[in-house]
């Protein structure tokens, strides 16, 4: 199995980034290989996506979209999902969504994209 790591934030000074790096390196420490990206679309250009992957992406509100440019270099959370979805489907490997926060529905311009995110049909956690 190989895991596929993704974060807009990695090797960047923020909270999300360096939980990222965590996740990275405790899947190293399994022997498993890790590879990391900032965007879901550099996923397949590795050339090493397959049935025996796992994707995880590790989201937080504001990397996606263009929000916060300084830490964040992913793609918009549309965009995201259908390929997720596509990779699952053509490839055969798992994803899994991790959102750090929960937001409420007052938030009118990012809680529409946390629920887009939800009813993807795709695996989503939350510690929250």
Do not use: W
């Not at 397949?44 to 990397?63: C, K, M, T, W």
């Not at 440019?69 to 918009?76: D, K, V």
């Amino acid at each position: 199995m190989n895991i596929h790591v993704v974060c807009p934030s990695f090797r960047k000074k923020c909270g999300i980034g360096e939980y990222a790096k965590y996740l990275s390196n405790e899947f190293k420490k399994t022997g498993l290989d890790v590879y990391e990206h900032r965007r879901v679309v550099d996923v397949v250009r590795s050339g090493r996506l397959n049935l025996n992957s796992f994707i995880i992406v590790n989201h937080g509100p504001g990397l996606y979209d263009g929000f916060n440019p300084e830490l964040s270099e992913g793609e918009a959370t549309i965009e995201f999902v259908r390929l997720l979805k596509l990779y699952k489907k053509t490839y055969g490997c798992e994803v899994l969504i991790y959102l750090h926060s929960l937001l409420d529905s007052d938030n009118k311009v990012m809680y529409g994209r946390q629920m887009a995110i939800i009813r993807s049909g795709l695996r989503v956690a939350t510690t929250i």
